[in-house]
């Protein structure tokens, strides 16, 4: 339920950010050199900076997530709350927010300033024809007169960044799902691939890019575009190259400098042969070759991370979803007031423990017991700490067992497979091995048994021998 609760809360706060854009969905009706007022004397941009109805809710389900977060620090540590990649993407996901929202108040703020300057000091009826000072006739302009360091420009693009982060939070709860679950797994893993691989391929684009700048930096100006000649017009130029939008007239020069652009087209050549054909299709390859040996375990993989998303909310505490969580429940309040109490008892006890100390100064041997009972405490706060930290924790327990679980499956699926062809060529070695040495022990036992009977004939025919003689000798008694 709590998963649901949390998945659905989620899935409304996606949902309020379609909705703040819907207004814009067909464009937007005022134009960048057009402003728009309510009545004439009000500023321009206390109408744009003012937060619509959609943004006050947006505001309060960020202000749950963080709320949740703070809890989820709290009891969980820095140190473990950082080691989850999925907790980093919440955290720069709601900074960004927060940030955006930031720059859109002090925008706000500005011009609520200029506002009230000029329901001050301005008599006239509109602004058209009255001089205002340089700080409060900027917030009069229309867009196309603002500066690009505008808190209000800020926040907007802050804004975008943010949302495209929310709607990727969504492979957070897509384990739950058995058709999305191992897709979603499988191409987390080809990431990591990716990444990887991004390291030689950063390390070559660096290289071709300060090397084309090298080359055309001292011609700014003399080229038919201005690629190449700031490391800006390098980067775009060669990033774009990668997807075919670049042109080979990006190395031509004005003058005949014929040898400046040979080289530059050998490097341009060489940089989409190195880029394009040959690392590219490397990425294409990797990929594929991972998906594929992922894919052979990636039911057994979802099925672990199916176990592991619902293990986090097995946990107590963070029972609502934002924005409920923001109001105080009676638990919070049963644990508040359980607190309070833990604190009075251990003043009291601290306030005894000093007197009774106070009252055994006088004695002789009070620096004895009381180094005694110092040594004493120490020894049992020392095996306490070393009960907790020795026992496992439920999710360590829970997990062996999981993994304890995955063994025994694989090992009774391993023998109730059905038998490969390498198995079959071990049965035939063996069997051809047993019949050689069926034939072998044969052979001895039929060699032995020549022997024996060999060695009874010769026994047999002494003793028919002496039977014969003795019979002789009797005859000529």
Not at 310 to 323: H, I, K, N, Q, V
């Amino acid at each position: 339920m709590k998963f649901v609760a949390h998945a659905v809360s989620f899935t409304i706060f996606l949902g309020l950010l379609v909705v703040n854009a819907s207004d814009r969905f067909e464009g937007v009706k005022t134009l960048p050199n057009e402003t728009f007022t309510d009545y004439p004397k009000q500023i321009f941009r206390v109408k744009t900076t003012q937060f619509s109805w959609t943004e006050m809710l947006i505001m309060k389900w960020v202000l749950g997530m963080i709320w949740s977060e703070c809890k989820e620090i709290w009891e969980e540590g820095p140190r473990e709350y950082v080691l989850h990649l999925w907790n980093l993407l919440d955290f720069g996901m709601l900074s960004i927010f927060v940030a955006s929202f930031t720059a859109r108040f002090m925008a706000f703020l500005k011009a609520s300033e200029a506002q009230l300057y000029v329901d001050q000091y301005v008599q006239d009826i509109t602004l058209h024809n009255v001089s205002l000072p340089p700080e409060v006739a900027y917030f009069t302009y229309a867009r196309d007169k603002w500066w690009p360091s505008d808190p209000q420009i800020i926040s907007e693009g802050l804004y975008a960044i943010a949302v495209v982060l929310s709607f990727s939070r969504i492979a957070y709860i897509l384990p739950a799902n058995e058709s999305f679950g191992p897709l979603q797994i499988s191409l987390g893993r080809t990431v990591k691939d990716i990444f990887k691989f991004m390291v030689i391929f950063i390390m070559v684009f660096v290289a071709f890019m300060i090397g084309m700048f090298n080359l055309y930096s001292y011609y700014r100006g003399a080229k038919y575009n201005p690629a190449f000649t700031t490391v800006e017009e390098s980067f775009k130029t060669l990033f774009w190259s990668i997807f075919g939008l670049s042109e080979v007239i990006s190395v031509v020069l004005k003058y005949d400098h014929k040898f400046i652009e040979n080289i530059g087209y050998v490097l341009y050549g060489v940089y989409n042969v190195t880029m394009v054909v040959v690392l590219l299709n490397m990425l294409i390859a990797m990929i594929n070759n991972s998906y594929q040996e992922i894919e052979e375990d990636a039911d057994v993989e979802w099925k672990f991370a199916r176990a592991k998303l619902w293990l986090s909310y097995f946990d107590e505490g963070r029972t609502l979803p934002a924005p409920f969580n923001l109001v105080p429940s009676p638990k919070s309040f049963y644990y508040l007031i359980m607190r309070i109490k833990m604190c009075l008892i251990k003043l009291c006890k601290s306030k005894a423990k000093s007197c009774e100390n106070d009252l055994e100064m006088g004695m002789l041997n009070s620096k004895f017991r009381k180094t005694r009972y110092q040594a004493g405490m120490r020894n049992s706060e020392n095996l306490t700490a070393n009960t907790t930290f020795s026992k496992p924790t439920r999710y360590q327990k829970i997990m062996k067992r999981l993994i304890k679980r995955y063994v025994l499956k694989a090992q009774v699926d391993r023998e109730n497979d059905e038998v490969n062809e390498g198995e079959l060529k071990e049965i035939k070695q063996d069997i051809s091995s047993l019949r050689y040495e069926l034939l072998e022990e044969k052979s001895q036992a039929t060699g032995e048994l020549a022997d024996l009977i060999q060695q009874l004939s010769e026994k047999f025919g002494k003793n028919l021998n002496k039977d014969h003689l003795r019979v002789n000798k009797g005859k000529d008694i």
